[in-house]
Antibody, heavy 121, light 110 residues
Framework: QVQLQESGPGLVKPSETLSLTCTVS????????WSWIRQPPGKGLEWIGY???????NYNPSLKSRVTISGDTSKNQFSLKLYSVTAADTAVYYC???????????????WGQGALVTVSS | QSALTQPASVSGSPGQSITISCTGT?????????VSWYQQHPGKAPKLMIY???NRPSGVSDRFSGSKSGNTASLTISGLQAGDEADYYC??????????FGTGTKVTVL
């Protein structure tokens, strides 16, 4: 049974960098796709990006210039960095496992509980 | 990439069936079999209900079913129950090897 847990600061100042880590148990980050998704308060889900085999990444084009997802195989963790944040980046951030189908990353089958990050001075 | 289009709300009485649509383009829903559906109760993480258009994960009730025609996928909930009241999101793989979510649908059980 795979489990994911987000951790990181709950408050970030405007123009600074949002940093979150997802700790995975029950699976290895080297063998699956791992993703970040966010949800602003009262709004819908937005896919941020994924990392595969702790090296290959792909990002939402609307966030690509401000996002980095990386992996730490020694700790079985993957991380999100979102640069130059504004109030519009206030959201619940989820990490999730992205399962493959026909070799494509296809569906999110396990989710963390989510971490609320507020951008405010 | 643009979000997939879902109706903002759908409602039904207990025992009835409802269908939620999810409309994309030939670059996502229309060209790939990787459409999935998620149920989200308030304050909770989303839960996978359907994957690859019509497949149900173990433990998901067979009252939930999925289908696709052209650029539009659909989720049908049969025998509607009070516990089905939640937000529902579709998602699709895209031609850019990215993922995109739908706008979300609030299901109300009358």
């Amino acid at each position: 049974q795979v489990q994911l847990q987000e951790s990181g600061p709950g408050l970030v100042k405007p123009s600074e960098t949002l940093s979150l880590t997802c700790t995975v148990s029950g699976d290895s980050i080297t063998t699956s796709y791992w993703s970040w998704i966010r949800q602003p308060p009262g709004k819908g889900l937005e896919w941020i990006g994924y990392i595969y085999t702790s090296r290959t990444t792909n990002y939402n084009p609307s966030l690509k210039s401000r996002v980095t997802i990386s992996g730490d195989t020694s700790k079985n963790q993957f991380s999100l960095k979102l640069y130059s944040v504004t109030a519009a980046d206030t959201a619940v951030y989820y990490c999730a496992r992205l399962s493959r189908s026909a070799w494509n990353p296809a569906h999110f089958d396990s989710w963390g509980q989510g971490a609320l990050v507020t951008v405010s001075s | 990439q643009s979000a997939l289009t879902q109706p903002a709300s759908v409602s039904g009485s207990p025992g009835q069936s409802i269908t939620i649509s999810c409309t994309g383009t030939t670059s996502d829903v229309g060209d790939y079999p990787h459409v999935s559906w998620y149920q989200q109760h308030p304050g909770k993480a989303p839960k996978l209900m359907i994957y690859d258009v019509y497949n149900r994960p173990s433990g998901v009730s067979d009252r939930f079913s999925g289908s696709k025609s052209g650029n539009t996928a659909s989720l049908t909930i049969s025998g509607l129950q009070a516990g089905d009241e939640a937000d529902y999101y579709c998602s699709s793989y895209t031609s850019s090897a990215t993922l995109v979510f739908g706008t979300g649908t609030k299901v109300t059980v009358l």
